[in-house]
Nanobody, 122 residues
Framework: QVQLVESGGGLGQAGGSRGISCAAS????????MGWFRQAPGKEREFVAA???????TYADSGKGRFTISRDNAQNTVYRQINSLKPDATAVYYC????????????????WGQGTQVPVSS
C-alpha cells in the first residue's frame, strides 16, 4: 500500500521561507507525479504545485514566483519550498501521488499523506 509521510511543518514567520518534504514508499516513485495541496482553516483544499515523473512543474497562480516544488528520485522524496511567507499561507499541507503527469485537480490523485501543519505568524 502506498505510503506518503509529510514532515517539516511548524511555525513560519511572515516574510521568511519554509520547506516541507514528503517521503514516499511502497511504489516506484520515479514513475509517478507528485502534487502538493493545502487546506486553510474553514476553506476547501486547494492546489499548490505538482511535479511530473519527468520533472516538469506546475504551480497555482497564487504561488508563482514564491513556490518551488522539486523531487529527489534517489531519496523517494518530494519537496516544497515557499518564500516570502504570508499569514494566508497558514494551512495543513498534503502531498499526493498519481501516475506520470501532474494535475491541479485533487480528484486525479489516488493516495494522500496525512498532512503537516504550517502556521504563519504575522
Amino acid at each position: 500500500q502506498v505510503q506518503l509521510v509529510e514532515s517539516g511543518g511548524g511555525l513560519g514567520q511572515a516574510g521568511g521561507s519554509r520547506g516541507i518534504s514528503c517521503a514516499a514508499s511502497r511504489f516506484t516513485f520515479s514513475y509517478y507525479a507528485m502534487g502538493w495541496f493545502r487546506q486553510a482553516p474553514g476553506k476547501e483544499r486547494e492546489f499548490v504545485a505538482a511535479i511530473s515523473s519527468a520533472g516538469g512543474t506546475t504551480y497555482a497562480d497564487s504561488g508563482k514566483g514564491r513556490f518551488t516544488i522539486s523531487r529527489d528520485n534517489a531519496q523517494n522524496t518530494v519537496y516544497r519550498q515557499i518564500n516570502s511567507l504570508k499569514p494566508d499561507a497558514t494551512a495543513v499541507y498534503y502531498c499526493a501521488v498519481r501516475p506520470r503527469s501532474g494535475s491541479s485537480l485533487s480528484g486525479d490523485y489516488g493516495s494522500w499523506g496525512q498532512g503537516t501543519q504550517v502556521p504563519v505568524s504575522s
